[in-house]
């Protein structure tokens, strides 16, 4: 890879990370704010390993159908389709199934916008032509490809909108300050390389829950008396 290749996957990197670029994760806490009324998190340690379980869930239940999207063909649509569906049928919680494909829909959307020599748009008509859901998780990988980023920054970039969205949710449930948040970001974030370099090679099939309590705390969400977030 040239080195003007490489600035510039590097500069989309930043672009899709950034707090601007509207995917709508701002509308939901996955669960985050159930944990807090649930009174899982009531200091900064707990909340930093709330963070490093979240990645690690992600680590087993999200990135290996980013992984499989990522080696999908564009165009391959009887590769992809297994991975909505199942995708899909993992999502049993209603408010993060809306959630996810909610933001899938703006994430097609804003890419079509920004390349639309892409197939971005051959993509949306695939997916309402088959009735699949527009999750967020899976089309994330086929986007990554199709702009040109590589596998592992793919990946990297995917968990960090997750932390990100995290601790500015965080900030937003005035658990912390805004400076105590990049703390823990950073903190969190020094261990992302390891995960990113164990779950590469996991494939869609290999999916699987790992913190069952944030399942439970996402199931309770719409229970709350009072919410910021939609889930």
């Known amino acids: 890879m040239s080195s003007n290749a490489g600035t510039l996957t590097d500069v989309l990197m930043l672009q899709l990370g950034d707090s601007s670029f509207p995917l709508g994760g701002f509308a939901f806490s996955y669960g985050l704010e159930s944990m807090a009324h649930l009174g899982r998190i009531q200091d900064m340690s707990q909340f930093r390993r709330y963070l ?35 995708y899909d049928s993992s999502c049993t919680i209603p408010g993060i199934r809306k959630g996810s494909s909610s933001q899938g829909r703006s994430l097609l959307q804003i890419m079509g916008t920004l390349y639309p020599d892409l197939p971005f748009t051959a993509i949306d008509g695939w997916i309402k032509a088959r009735g699949l859901e527009f999750h967020y998780t899976p089309l994330f990988g086929l986007c990554g490809r199709l702009i040109g980023l590589s596998h592992e920054r793919t990946v990297t970039t ?8 995290q601790v500015v949710s965080a900030v937003r449930l005035g658990m912390l ?29 290999q999916a699987c829950k790992t913190a069952p309590m944030l ?8 229970h709350l008396y009072s919410r910021l977030f939609r889930n």
């Open 52 to 86: 490093e379980n979240v990645m690690v869930q992600l680590s087993w239940s999200e990135i290996p159908f980013v992984n499989s999207a990522y080696a999908c063909q564009p165009d391959g649509h009887e590769e992809v389709e297994p991975l909505f569906t199942r």
């Open 177 to 205: 300050g805004p400076q105590q948040s990049q703390g823990i970001l950073k903190t969190v974030l020094a261990g992302c390389h390891e995960i990113v370099s164990q779950c590469l090679d996991r494939d869609y099939t």
């Open 215 to 222: 399942e439970i705390a996402q199931a309770h969400h719409p």
């Open 158 to 165: 995917y968990l960090y909108i997750a932390m990100r969205d």
